[in-house]
């Protein structure tokens, strides 16, 4: 279930064994995955892991205050680590309030909760250590492959923005992660921001996509940064 604000996604994942967070939202929204979870009528206490996508504000910026609150272990993938850690990235803060790695995860790498088991699956580009998580969920219409798909098929088409949160080598990682992208196979999109599939992969929103609309949405993206490095060549070599 979706437990984050209107314009970036977090979620709730059920499991015989305690709850899992996926990705935590901004730090500026206080209690409101706490709350939200409360709302679903699950117990914020329950949550036993935070998983999360990427280190960006805001994904990561709530990582502190649930992890303190619920004492939930923490997982980004190990190239992603030390911005959480630190509250850094290049050197500057990114309004991430620093909080403990518990485990830095590889590509390839299983984090089994309860009966629950989401495969960490390497996808540079948006940031150094991005990933998406791949796991069968139950849901009101049973079991269901579903990727938690953080911004995984983002890449910063804008100067000013690759410059703060790109970094050496981030366009050929992000070809190679649009090639990666295109393999997965799943049912169930859960993406990092909701006009992933409102605006780009089909019209309503329904976050059940076919294949075609998710090569509609990764190639769509793929685009963007191919027009973006003709114009701006220089980042091709960065």
């Given at each position: 279930?979706?437990?984050?604000?209107?314009?970036?996604?977090?979620?709730?994942?059920?499991t015989?064994?305690?709850?899992?967070?996926?990705?935590?939202?901004?730090?500026?929204?206080?209690?409101?995955?706490?709350?939200?979870?409360?709302?679903?009528?699950?117990?914020?206490?329950?949550?036993?892991?935070?998983?999360?996508?990427?280190?960006?504000?805001?994904?990561?910026?709530?990582?502190?205050?649930?992890?303190?609150?619920?004492?939930?272990?923490?997982?980004?993938?190990?190239?992603?680590?030390?911005?959480?850690?630190?509250?850094?990235?290049?050197g500057?803060?990114?309004?991430?309030?620093?909080?403990?790695?518990?485990?830095?995860?590889?590509?390839?790498?299983?984090?089994?909760?309860?009966?629950?088991?989401?495969?960490?699956?390497?996808?540079?580009?948006?940031?150094?250590?991005?990933?998406?998580?791949?796991?069968?969920?139950?849901?009101?219409?049973?079991?269901?492959?579903?990727?938690?798909?953080?911004?995984?098929?983002?890449?910063?088409?804008?100067?000013?923005?690759?410059?703060?949160?790109?970094?050496?080598g981030?366009?050929?990682?992000?070809?190679?992660?649009?090639?990666?992208?295109?393999?997965?196979?799943?049912?169930?999109?859960?993406?990092?921001?909701?006009?992933?599939?409102?605006?780009?992969?089909?019209?309503?929103?329904?976050?059940?996509?076919?294949?075609?609309?998710?090569?509609?949405?990764?190639?769509?993206?793929?685009q963007?940064?191919?027009?973006?490095?003709?114009?701006?060549?220089k980042?091709?070599?960065?």
């Amino acid at each position: 279930s979706h437990i984050g604000p209107l314009t970036v996604c977090a979620y709730v994942v059920e499991t015989a064994d305690g709850l899992v967070v996926v990705d935590t939202g901004y730090d500026k929204d206080g209690d409101l995955l706490a709350n939200n979870i409360r709302s679903l009528g699950l117990d914020p206490a329950n949550v036993q892991l935070i998983l999360l996508t990427h280190a960006h504000a805001d994904h990561a910026g709530g990582t502190a205050r649930l992890a303190k609150m619920t004492g939930a272990k923490v997982m980004i993938h190990e190239k992603d680590a030390d911005v959480v850690e630190t509250g850094t990235y290049k050197g500057k803060p990114v309004n991430i309030p620093p909080v403990k790695v518990d485990r830095k995860l590889k590509d390839g790498e299983v984090v089994e909760q309860g009966e629950v088991a989401f495969k960490t699956v390497f996808c540079p580009g948006q940031s150094p250590g991005e990933v998406v998580f791949l796991a069968t969920v139950n849901g009101q219409d049973g079991p269901s492959r579903t990727c938690f798909g953080g911004d995984a098929t983002g890449f910063k088409d804008e100067v000013t923005t690759l410059e703060r949160l790109g970094y050496p080598g981030v366009c050929a990682d992000y070809r190679k992660t649009v090639e990666t992208l295109r393999k997965l196979e799943f049912d169930l999109y859960l993406g990092g921001h909701p006009h992933q599939v409102f605006k780009e992969a089909r019209a309503d929103g329904n976050p059940f996509i076919t294949r075609e609309e998710w090569l509609k949405l990764v190639n769509g993206r793929a685009q963007e940064m191919e027009t973006f490095v003709k114009k701006y060549p220089k980042y091709l070599e960065w």
